[in-house]
T-cell receptor
Framework: GQNIDQPTEMTATEGAIVQINCTYQ??????LFWYQQHAGEAPTFLSY??LDGLEEKGRFSSFLSRSKGYSYLLLKELQMKDSASYLC??????????WGAGTKLIIKP | ETGVTQTPRHLVMGMTNKKSLKCEQH?????MYWYKQSAKKPLELMFV???????ENNSVPSRFSPECPNSSHLFLHLHTLQPEDSALYLC??????????????FGPGTRLTVL
């Protein structure tokens, strides 16, 4: 079956660094997506990885290891506005996104 | 603002009611999607339309009926729903279906409560 695993909730301190992990098992693989969703709002695209390695975009970076079926989202210099849910999704061979349940990130002052 | 709007934002309905959810995208995309998001569960893909043609229907009960009159508008018609259908219904669009690098843009969702 297809499965995406990510932690349900994480807590971090303002100004710190946090890493949100995601493991995936899908029928085929066409890339790994990360989205951010603030409470009551639309999910918004953060990153896409299809090759192994680290992609950096400002304070956010995303890493992929295809051989391990593993990705992480790294958030640096955390701000209060980063409190949100972070959704991991793998695109399978049918170009369908298989979603994780999301990681709720709580930032404390 | 993602370029995808949804109305209404909140909807409460009884099990015998008929209602419709509306989605509109202003991005010039060709593919549109309906997702169901329940608390602490993964997003569930319900329907996909590409160039107004339905390409995916992920075993959704017939009490949910989609309609796509053009590439910019998508509706979800609801009738005789069950309380377990209460969830956030998200609409999304992307440039095309079947593209690995295609990013989906989401609307804010309709929070549906079935009494």
């Amino acid at each position: 079956g297809q499965n995406i695993d990510q932690p349900t909730e994480m807590t971090a301190t303002e100004g710190a660094i946090v890493q949100i992990n995601c493991t995936y098992q899908t029928s085929g693989f066409n890339g790994l997506f990360w989205y951010q969703q603030h409470a009551g709002e639309a999910p918004t695209f953060l990153s896409y990885n299809v090759l192994d390695g680290l992609e950096e975009k400002g304070r956010f970076s995303s890493f992929l290891s295809r051989s391990k079926g593993y990705s992480y989202l790294l958030l640096k210099e955390l701000q209060m506005k980063d409190s949100a849910s972070y959704l991991c999704a793998s695109m399978d061979s049918n170009y369908q996104l298989i979603w994780g349940a999301g990681t709720k990130l709580i930032i404390k002052p | 603002e993602t370029g995808v709007t949804q109305t209404p934002r909140h909807l409460v309905m009884g099990m015998t009611n008929k209602k419709s959810l509306k989605c509109e995208q202003h991005l010039g995309h060709n593919a549109m999607y309906w997702y169901k998001q329940s608390a602490k569960k993964p997003l569930e893909l319900m329907f996909v339309y590409n160039f107004k043609e339905q390409t995916e229907n992920n075993s959704v009960p017939s009490r949910f009926s989609p309609e796509c009159p053009n590439s910019s508008h998508l509706f979800l018609h609801l009738h005789t729903l069950q309380p377990e259908d209460s969830a956030l219904y998200l609409c999304a669009s992307s440039q095309d279906w079947s593209s690995a690098t295609d990013t989906q843009y989401f609307g804010p969702g309709t929070r549906l409560t079935v009494l």
